[in-house]
């Protein structure tokens, strides 16, 4: 899922190609993924782009007379630029944006349609698309823990409600929670004030260090390999790989199609989290601590 470091990139590529251009018309393949209906889709036709802003990990789209677009890429959408019209991709396609100067294609890979967008008029009904999580570049450390134990979950579940906290997925809490030094599994109400304070630290480094890495490769291109995986990060998408600060294997808890990654060296005092389908299976075969797992 595309999360606050990639839509920034977005938004900055976009920035510089479409504001102050005019939207001709948008060709939409997939209507399952309009959500709105009043105001209708043509009403946005033929007008200037005034700005572009973020939401959470929502994309919206300024229009004059009070108009906005709000795209919402979900887990498999993505954004591809082009200077000259473009068809719509046969099986990933949804929709077309063509502007004076080029086309934005909006694709979605699997079989599920789960990108989203919308078409409102005015702040209020823009703002009843913001799920209103809290964004860490504004936050005091006490509205982050406010934030933070909002309600009752793993610290992993917790840093990724988009009602609470903003622009965080399942990719940069792994880096979050491996910088912070704490397990993933951890209750969030469980924590020590020190703890929610590196937390905090943790949360606003890795996003603005991300922010930076997306921009510095994306340079004055289009963001293009818009993934959840990527060799510099620390233990996501790592498994088996050593911890680049300890050296210790990379370990994995397993759920539905969720992945987490962790460090048990680093956050969880040498112990191996129990994935919920293999440590089943496995029984007392499942490794507990490192060095069950070396022998």
Same mark, same amino acid.
């Given at each position: 899922?595309?999360?606050?470091? =990639?839509?920034?990139?977005?938004?900055?590529?976009?920035?510089?190609? #479409?504001?102050?251009?005019?939207?001709?018309?948008?060709?939409?393949?997939?209507?399952?993924?309009?959500?709105?209906?009043?105001?209708?889709?043509?009403?946005?036709?033929?007008?200037?782009?005034?700005?572009?802003?973020? #939401?959470?990990?929502?994309?919206?789209?300024?229009?004059?007379?009070?108009?906005?677009?709000?795209?919402?890429?979900?887990?498999?959408?993505?954004?591809?630029?082009?200077? =000259?019209?473009?068809? #719509?991709?046969?099986?990933?396609?949804?929709?077309?944006?063509?502007?004076?100067?080029?086309?934005?294609?909006?694709?979605?890979?699997?079989?599920?349609?789960?990108?989203?967008?919308?078409?409102?008029?005015?702040? =209020?009904?823009?703002?009843?698309?913001?799920?209103?999580?809290?964004?860490?570049?504004?936050?005091?450390?006490?509205?982050?823990?406010?934030?933070?134990?909002?309600?009752?979950?793993?610290?992993?579940?917790?840093?990724?409600?988009?009602?609470?906290?903003?622009?965080?997925?399942?990719?940069?809490?792994?880096?979050?929670?491996?910088?912070?030094?704490?397990?993933?599994?951890?209750?969030?109400?469980?924590?020590?004030?020190?703890?929610?304070?590196?937390?905090?630290?943790?949360?606003?480094?890795?996003?603005?260090?991300?922010?930076?890495?997306?921009?510095?490769?994306?340079?004055?291109?289009?963001?293009?390999?818009?993934?959840?995986?990527?060799?510099?990060?620390?233990?996501?998408?790592?498994?088996?790989?050593?911890?680049?600060?300890?050296?210790?294997?990379?370990?994995?808890?397993?759920?539905?199609?969720?992945?987490?990654?962790?460090?048990?060296?680093?956050?969880?005092?040498?112990?191996?989290?129990?994935?919920?389908?293999?440590?089943?299976?496995?029984?007392?075969?499942?490794?507990?601590?490192?060095?069950?797992?070396?022998?």
């Amino acid at each position: 899922m595309p999360e606050l470091p =990639e839509i920034v990139s977005y938004i900055d590529a976009m920035d510089t190609r #479409i504001t102050n251009t005019t939207l001709e018309t948008v060709r939409v393949k997939s209507f399952s993924s309009l959500r709105t209906y009043d105001p209708p889709l043509d009403a946005v036709f033929g007008k200037q782009v005034t700005g572009l802003r973020r #939401i959470g990990k929502r994309i919206v789209f300024a229009f004059p007379n009070d108009l906005f677009v709000v795209l919402h890429l979900m887990v498999a959408g993505r954004l591809h630029w082009h200077e =000259e019209r473009k068809q #719509i991709p046969g099986k990933i396609g949804l929709a077309a944006f063509d502007f004076t100067d080029g086309t934005l294609l909006l694709t979605e890979a699997g079989t599920k349609r789960r990108a989203s967008l919308h078409v409102v008029r005015g702040e =209020e009904a823009l703002a009843e698309l913001d799920p209103g999580g809290l964004e860490l570049s504004e936050a005091s450390p006490d509205e982050f823990a406010s934030a933070l134990n909002a309600e009752r979950h793993t610290l992993k579940r917790a840093l990724t409600d988009a009602r609470f906290i903003s622009g965080i997925g399942g990719a940069f809490a792994d880096e979050i929670l491996h910088r912070a030094k704490l397990s993933p599994m951890q209750t969030n109400t469980n924590l020590s004030e020190s703890e929610i304070n590196r937390l905090f630290v943790a949360s606003k480094e890795i996003l603005d260090e991300w922010t930076e890495i997306r921009r510095e490769e994306t340079g004055d291109g289009f963001p293009k390999k818009v993934t959840a995986f990527h060799p510099k990060m620390a233990v996501h998408g790592k498994y088996g790989e050593p911890c680049p600060v300890c050296g210790t294997a990379v370990q994995r808890i397993v759920y539905a199609s969720r992945e987490t990654n962790y460090c048990p060296e680093c956050q969880t005092e040498g112990r191996i989290l129990a994935d919920r389908s293999l440590s089943r299976l496995l029984k007392d075969d499942w490794p507990k601590t490192i060095e069950d797992l070396d022998s």
